[in-house]
């Protein structure tokens, strides 16, 4: 292909992840205004009942106010919701979403669970865990159905993307 020429772009199509993850983490997200508020009354009663030094209740109030910030910003509660991919892969968190073009996108890697993982609206269905590593980004981490790992799989060589694909296998006695 030449320079001029670019590359056709693929069909567009949406992986969800199936893991549990996602439900849990709606609920996780209320982690931060909690300690912020039952940071702020402990301060309150302890405030009230002993006498703290300005010297260690600065550092201490920084931290009630900085760290549930910190922690709401960082990708640590917001996981993967789905994942689109097209032109550009737009990954939508719980919170956000961002997109990224093709040519950020280092490698993807593909591996089996361990253990019997399968969808629970179709047990028949086994599930794949998939992981797209970005420059200059967190990487994308999903539970998906074989049937959406090979539509990523084909689309990541039409893209000419690096595909790692590695099974874990259980341990024997």
């Known amino acids: ?3 001029t020429m670019r590359r056709p772009i693929p ?3 949406r992986v969800r992840d199936r893991s549990d993850r996602v439900w849990f983490y709606g609920f996780a997200r209320m982690i931060p205004p909690g300690m912020w ?5 402990i301060m309150i009663v302890v405030g009230t009942q002993v006498r703290i030094p300005p ?4 550092p201490i109030l920084a931290l009630i106010f900085v760290l549930p910030v910190i922690l709401d910003r960082s990708k640590l509660l917001d996981p993967v919701d789905y994942i689109n991919f097209g032109e550009y892969v737009m990954v939508k968190r719980i919170v956000s979403k961002r997109s990224f073009p093709i040519d950020r996108i280092r490698q993807i890697e593909l591996s089996s669970p361990e253990g019997e993982d399968f969808d629970d609206q179709n ?3 086994r599930m ?4 797209i ?3 200059r ?3 994308a981490k999903i539970l998906a159905t074989r049937e959406d790992v090979a539509s990523i799989a084909s689309w990541a060589r039409i893209s000419g993307l690096k595909i790692l694909q590695s099974e874990r296998r259980e341990q024997r006695e």
Do not use: H
């Open 1 to 3: 292909m030449s320079e």
């Open 11 to 13: 069909t567009e199509f």
């Open 37 to 41: 508020l039952g940071g702020i009354f």
């Open 55 to 58: 010297v260690v209740a600065l």
């Open 123 to 125: 047990r028949s269905q």
């Open 128 to 131: 794949c865990d998939v992981a």
């Open 133 to 135: 590593r970005f420059r």
């Open 137 to 139: 980004a967190w990487p």
